[in-house]
């Protein structure tokens, strides 16, 4: 009897493995964003809540919430590119690259993260306008409008872009235009930062 019950649950087994599937095919790769400069490995920092920033995660859209590489079609059409898959949410990507260029700058203490024990006067948040694809102009599109909070109580705010042109509607394209394009902006955002 249980031999007869052990064959057919194998017997059963055999015959849905052609129906469940476990998880979809992977893609070719991922996409991530890369910092055009770095902190080097022992180098510190220290000061103070009043002299430190804490960057956040910056909002945005729901087109932009996902881990998909929208494109632009027309001004009321949005679709994804194939094949370009995000590792993370790029608003968690850009947040960090936004931190490792500014750090890398050396001007201030950097916090990055979302640690609320850790205590900054200063903050920089902002909306993640635009960071992808734009079918009609062949371009990738990186908007971030910043938001500021010093210390003093002072709110600054300031929308920064890159355009990259020429850019082939492929993944491995995209992704680098938008890795370049972002570190322009955080390269701009860095300079405002510092001033």
Known sequence: MNILRGSLAFGLAIALSGCISLGSEPPPSLLTLTPDTSVPAGAGASGTAETAIKIMEPEAPQRLAVSRVPVQV????IAYLKDAIWV?????LFRRLLAE???ARGERLVIDG???GIVASAQLRGILRNFGYDARTSSVIVRFDAIR??????IETKRFESVQS???AEASEVGDALNRGANDVAGQVAEWIGS
Do not use: C, F, W
């Not at 027309?74 to 059409?77: G, K």
């Not at 993370?88 to 968690?92: A, I, L, Q, V």
């Open 101 to 103: 260029t500014i750090r």
């Open 88 to 92: 993370e949410r790029p608003t968690r």
């Open 166 to 168: 020429g850019v082939l």
């Open 74 to 77: 027309t001004d009321t059409e």
């Open 149 to 154: 909070a010093g210390a003093d109580g002072g």
């Open 114 to 116: 979302d640690d609320p």
